[in-house]
């Protein structure tokens, strides 16, 4: 399986094009658009995200992941094998998280390089072939070679207090794992204080809630209203944790 | 084939998670993405728009439906054979409509659970393989069983006077089908009067119009503007018909 | 392949229609969404993106093209031949820019009707199954006849002048090909005089400028921030060139 985790959208012609790539360079393998709006060009809440999202899939799934607002410059093109899949994207702390959490997580730097190669459209031109040779069998090696990782240069932590996502129904996601949470725990955001629920039919209609979503992320959510417009929260806003 | 009706959005992961659901348990099986948009969490306006557009796939299609603000709520899970196709999601009303218009219609309870099972996506974890399983060519009773339909404690009319759809354009459809109105009709919408016309492009630009839409529902629509925002519709709006 | 370039959006269910009625007609061929959120309504802006991201598709692709804002008149529907891809669509001028840059282009007006047909939905009931068809290979001749091209009758110029597009990430692609203006050329746009950079990187965060995109498009954005809320800039938008 082919998995697109971007921040280009559907509706334009970013994914289209990517998605002709991918489709002439492995037919055979059925491509699925995760995320089109990961948080555009913001790489730290994305790696939560994607640390959290990328883990779901399958065994040898290959995770074509571009959040990059670096392209055109020199931070390295990368191949991180982690967890029994395979990630293919810029080298900007996008799979910091994703390889902290895997001890045998592996980092290769892409040598292969296309001719035209665009400057600003590495998703489509270095990216896409890239990830399609290997989804159809090619082995790392033959594009890429084994790197240094230098992602502890970033400092990151490795749980996120801000939020990473607002989804279709204004709920708003954390970068942190809900099991590490006490399910006691209060989570303040703008200043409400929220106490956790297992779901949402488990509150009142319009109380704010966090519950730890289907992919183990602690989410802040309002039953019956969109959470993001009802307490203010947008990517990025700071989440503070009280016992 | 196999379509998906929901609100989930096409962008953010949830429609991904579920089509990488059906990819792995019908692989061969065509997914189409009819409404990923559908009214959000309102499962009685998406009743109307989903008997509209559902009855217009071929025989034998299965379609996932899921609007479904009641997820992890005692709500019973449900599959719906009519008018040649199966429809699988929440027993929430979403199916009353398209069960209504035809009379051999049969109503059955999911008795299946996957383990684990998400609390707040049971589209994923619990409708999506059913659908696939189905699709793939599995019986219904494999995972179900025959049950009594308590639609009618809804009560719910035959057509809808409201809008129930604003389309890409701003087009408002309401949840009355057009071949019930006379052309003569005038439809009322926040106190405009509305008269009929075949298409866009016989009334003046500007013009506010109904019409039947491609789906056999009446739809208010302006000629070179969006209905929505020049009239003041949204999801809801009451109509009302004057002969 | 089957490349979509139309105005209907992917949420709603123009193009899960259009989608299922090409899966039908041509089930192994891959369905590509190039744009679902081409200009609105506009042919013109459309004619100018079309030209661009068209010929970026093999030999070989048929393009179904929806911007026909005309629907249910007396416009044609016709075929173009040109750069060795074939393109499905009305004839409303969303093919000019394609048949001028193309001396061998043809034109066939679309004879064949389906039953029924809607009257404002030809993207699914007369474009789809026409552009299905030819791409499982069926020739033109048995759908259209030759017919004469009237497209200078409208007189749009060789580029376009203007805004035609934005873009996820808020950057404005004009109608202008990059590879014809001189890289010292100023753009300016709603007063602002904008220099071109290879890249993004290649300029301080919060600087606007112009540079030619991965399809040949001078396009204006800023390192950042999206360029069409910090310039105000619309599809339409003019922009002038100083050399």
Redesign the interface.
Known sequence: ?L?LFT???????????I??VL??LA?EV?I??????AP??QPKPAAYLLAA?GA???DGTVLLCVVD?????ARRAVIVEAGGRIYVGPDNGLFDIIMRRDPDAQLWEIGWRPQPL????HG??LFAPVAARLAAGEPIANVARRTVDESATRGWPDDLAQIV?I???GNAMTGMRGALLSPEARLIARGHELTSA?????VPQGQAFW?V???GLAEIAVN?ARADTALGLAIGSPVSVED
């Open positions: 399986m998995v921040d280009f959208g559907l509706s334009g012609p970013y994914t289209g094009q998605t002709a489709k002439q037919p059925p699925i658009s995760l995320f089109a709006d555009s060009s999202y779901w899939f399958p607002p670096g392209v055109g410059s665009s400057a600003s459209f489509r031109d996502y989804d279709h129904y297992a779901t949402f039919s488990a519950y979503n289907s992919n019956g």
